[in-house]
């Protein structure tokens, strides 16, 4: 019970009585009573009440607009969708041993089996290192997530706009390839004015084009272009 007890001060429901997650029934009220008369001398006896009870309580807390300063499960799209949408359980995702309601970063790997990351130095990660819940978008992946670990990518750029994940996917081809930027977005451009005319000399978008910054400037057309035909300014480049 000391234990319960030091892992609620130190965690986030601190503020809240136990009474608001556990309740016992009335023989369960009996059980701890005739417990506490019979033991009352020792320092401490075991008792087990209401965990089942206590998940069911999550939500009228959780699913309201404003409650405790936390992430309501309406403001959080990862929450929506796996609550409300896929109807699963709070402690299906949530640790939940002994007041410790932390994720276990463990469990998404139970239905997303097909999942895994396959970039170079991302094998270890865990989902929530990049997926986070509080995020709105369907991906649930923030902008700035990925660039707190590759800060020295360009912020300013002319796809900047862009979240990484559109043309990088860690769950399947984590470098870009030229097939990519022709599906995803540039089909027009592979196929009329000189970009589809290099295309068709069987050149590639990343030929020319630097990842992440990804202008052609004076000094790289003049070192690219000479290598097929005189330089040109890439500023009379007709698309």
Avoid at 37 to 46: M, N, P
Avoid at 179 to 206: I, Y
């Amino acid at each position: 019970m000391k234990e319960a007890f030091r892992e609620w001060q130190k965690g986030k429901h601190r503020d809240i009585v136990c009474q608001t997650c556990h309740h016992l029934s009335i023989l369960e009220q009996n059980q701890l009573l005739v417990t506490y008369v019979v033991k009352s001398d020792s320092k401490q006896f075991s008792q087990t009440h209401g965990r089942k009870k206590s998940w069911q309580e999550c939500r009228k807390c959780h699913a309201g607009e404003v409650s405790q300063g936390s992430v309501t499960l309406k403001k959080s799209y990862g929450h929506a969708r796996h609550v409300f949408m896929q109807r699963i359980d709070c402690k299906n995702c949530h640790k939940g041993t002994v007041h410790d309601f932390h994720p276990n970063e463990n469990a998404c790997q139970n239905c997303h089996k097909d999942k895994g990351v396959h970039g170079i130095g991302m094998e270890a990660f865990s989902c929530l290192k990049c997926h986070s819940f509080s995020e709105k978008t369907p991906s649930m992946i923030p902008k700035n997530r990925c660039i707190k670990c590759h800060n020295t990518l360009p912020q300013k750029s002319p796809m900047s706009n862009l979240l990484c994940h559109q043309c990088h996917k860690p769950h399947g081809q984590i470098s870009t390839i030229p097939a990519t930027c022709a599906s995803e977005c540039h089909r027009n451009e592979t196929s009329v004015g000189q970009h589809g005319l290099h295309m068709k000399q069987g050149l590639k978008c990343l030929y020319c084009h630097k990842p992440h910054s990804w202008v052609v400037g004076k000094d790289r057309a003049s070192a690219l272009c000479s290598k097929c035909h005189a330089p040109k300014d890439p500023k009379h480049f007709i698309y």
